[in-house]
């Protein structure tokens, strides 16, 4: 089962958010982060940590499935990733960085993929359970200066 081109393309934006909000030049691992952090808070306050923890651990799983170099990686108590990157707090550089944005794997995945399949996992989790106003409200809620339309604003309508 592979990763929906609308969440892909969805984590992809995330990621360009973050890092156009970032006065640094920041690394993808770091990027990759920052917006998994930012939805484990916006639904953290929601429904709270063991509900964000849930939805994670089951994410990493199926996106475990398509890149097995994330087997290192795994989802805290608390709910921070532990092993995808380093820097940031909550154990994040217990394991090491595990995501190899810069070198190229000849036929494997393309870069940045291994954190991008786990932020579009998840984002299809929140969507399925959720359902589409209340994800886009935690989308909203997390990155508040971006407009996220739902598939009524085809017809000209904002949600």
């Known amino acids: 089962m592979t990763t929906l081109p609308e969440m892909r393309n969805l984590a992809q934006r995330l990621m360009a958010c973050e890092a156009n909000a970032s006065n640094t030049s920041e690394s993808a691992e770091l990027i990759i982060l920052r917006v998994y952090e930012k939805l484990r808070k916006s639904l953290g306050e929601f429904a709270g940590s063991a509900a964000f923890r849930s939805l994670a651990s089951r994410a990493l799983a199926m996106a475990r499935s398509e890149i097995p170099s994330l087997q290192a990686v795994q989802v805290a108590e608390d709910g921070a990733l532990k092993g995808l990157g380093y820097g940031l707090g909550h154990g994040l550089s217990e394991f090491g960085p595990q995501i190899h944005f810069e070198e190229d ?13 786990v932020i579009a996992r998840l984002l299809g989790l929140l969507l399925i359970f959720l359902g589409e106003p209340i994800t886009l409200r935690l989308l909203r809620n997390a990155w508040p200066s971006e407009v ?4 009524n604003s085809v017809q000209g309508r904002k949600a």
């Open 105 to 117: 794997r000849h036929g494997e995945q393309p870069i940045g993929d291994d954190g991008i399949a």
């Open 148 to 151: 996220f339309e739902d598939r």
